[in-house]
Structures are given as structure tokens and as C-alpha cells.
């Protein structure tokens, strides 16, 4: 009797210890799937898109140097924040962030607001 339990479950016990690494890994993925930016890399990336929209005429003249001028205002709160000690504190982080995700709002609906250079 012992071997014909052994026969019958020994295949199911190997599927589970198989199975439960899989499975256990599955749920232990991390909650975000990209790594953010770094600043740098966020603002030459917004400063590429508004170079785009007016190679194709997406933004007029006045939504370009507003932008623009957004973009030197972040760049100026960065280098206020780096002067203070090299690296951000977590707060300077999340303001700088803040500020440059209102920034990519704002190219998004003036590329998108129907209104062309010409």
C-alpha cells in the first residue's frame, strides 16, 4: 500500500516543488515596471520634444517661448538645489519632479491644442 502511495503521489509532490518557486516569484515582482529618469535625462528628452514641435510646426512662436522658459526655470531650481550640497535632497527631488511633469503636461497640450505655426 505504501508504494502505491508513493507511486501516486511522489509525480504531484515534484510538480509542487517545482511549481512553488514559480509561482512565489510571480508575486514578489516589484510594483513598477521602469526605472524613473534621471532629471537630466527628463529635461533633455522635454527639450527635444519642443525642438520637434517646431521643426514640424506643432507649436507657434509664443507656446515655444513659454516653454522654453519653463525649461530654464527648471533648470534653474536644479541648480539652486545642487549649489546646496551636490545632491538632492528627497524633497528637492519630488519638487523638481512635480515641476517637470506639469512641463510635459504642458508640451503635450500645446503640441496637441490644434494651433500650427503657419
Known amino acids: 500500500m505504501r508504494a502505491t502511495l508513493r507511486r501516486l503521489f511522489a509525480p504531484a509532490l515534484v510538480v509542487c516543488a517545482l511549481a512553488a518557486p514559480l509561482a512565489s516569484g510571480a508575486s514578489a515582482r516589484p510594483a513598477r515596471c ?30 515655444t517661448v513659454r516653454l522654453a522658459s519653463e525649461q530654464a526655470r527648471i533648470d534653474v531650481m536644479e541648480a539652486r538645489a545642487r549649489q546646496s550640497g551636490g545632491e538632492f535632497t528627497v524633497r528637492e527631488r519630488a519638487r523638481i519632479q512635480r515641476e517637470l511633469n506639469q512641463a510635459s503636461r504642458h508640451i503635450y497640450k500645446q503640441k496637441h491644442d490644434g494651433q500650427d505655426r503657419n
Not at 43 to 63: A, H, K, P, S, Y
Request: glycine share 6%.
Open 34 to 63: 521602469h526605472k524613473p529618469r534621471p532629471v537630466n535625462a527628463r529635461q533633455n528628452r522635454q527639450e527635444q520634444r519642443i525642438t520637434q514641435g517646431v521643426r514640424t510646426g506643432e507649436l507657434t512662436r509664443r507656446e
